[in-house]
Each structure stands twice: as structure tokens, then as C-alpha cells.
């Protein structure tokens, strides 16, 4: 079992930064391959950014591709997505997820956060 808390969401202004967090419990932290998805309102949730266990390999939705990055500390059984350059259309709640799998499908994860508003104004 994986518990997953995600925080950093906020409002902020069209161009700005934010960094969000998900602490996950357990030992088994640094098994998992780690993701972030997001929802916006009325629309699919959506693939943002994976990334492997060993922090080798990075995977990017084209939307957010050069202004987003995915890390992990698995010291610190926590994952993060620093969000720059943010677009109107980036408002959505973001989710991090914990899955055995690398992949863009939301499908193959086990595991979700409660999700944390990320809302960009003008």
C-alpha cells in the first residue's frame, strides 16, 4: 500500500511558477514509478509527466514538454512537479500517482493523491 499526499497547488498568475509535492508513506516508494496527471473542469483526466524509479527517465505530455519538470527524492519518499512558465490552460487539479508501470495511461496506476488546485489566472 502507497498513501499519496500532494500540496504547492495555489493561484498564480499567467507566466508564473509553482512547485508541487507528494509524500508518499511506505517503504516501498522507490519500486514505484511515479506520475502526475491533471483534471480540468469539464474535460478527461490527463497525462502530465512520468518518471522512472531511479530518476533515469523522464516522460513529458507535449502541452507541458520545456516548462514542466518531474523529479524524486527517494530519500524522501516524495516526487515533485515544478510548473514554469504557466499558461491559462494548465488550470486543473493535479494528481500524483504510483504505478509498477512506466506509462502515460492513467489505467496502470494503483495508487492516487487527493490532488491539489492549481489555478492560473490573467
Known amino acids: 500500500q502507497v498513501q499519496l499526499v500532494e500540496s504547492g497547488g495555489g493561484l498564480v498568475q499567467v507566466g508564473g511558477s509553482l512547485r508541487l509535492s507528494c509524500a508518499a508513506s511506505g517503504r516501498t516508494f522507490s519500486r514505484y514509478y511515479m506520475g502526475w496527471f491533471r483534471q480540468a473542469p469539464g474535460k478527461e483526466r490527463e497525462f502530465v509527466a512520468a518518471i522512472t524509479t531511479s530518476s533515469g527517465l523522464a516522460d513529458y505530455a507535449t502541452s507541458v514538454k520545456g516548462r514542466f519538470t518531474i523529479s524524486r527524492d527517494n530519500a524522501k519518499n516524495t516526487v515533485f512537479l515544478q510548473m514554469n512558465s504557466l499558461e491559462l490552460e494548465d488550470t486543473a487539479v493535479y494528481y500524483c500517482?504510483?504505478?509498477?508501470?512506466?506509462?502515460?495511461?492513467?489505467?496502470?496506476?494503483?495508487?492516487w493523491g487527493q490532488g491539489t488546485q492549481v489555478t492560473v489566472s490573467s
Open positions: 500517482a504510483a504505478s509498477r508501470y512506466y506509462s502515460r495511461n492513467s489505467e496502470m496506476y494503483d495508487y
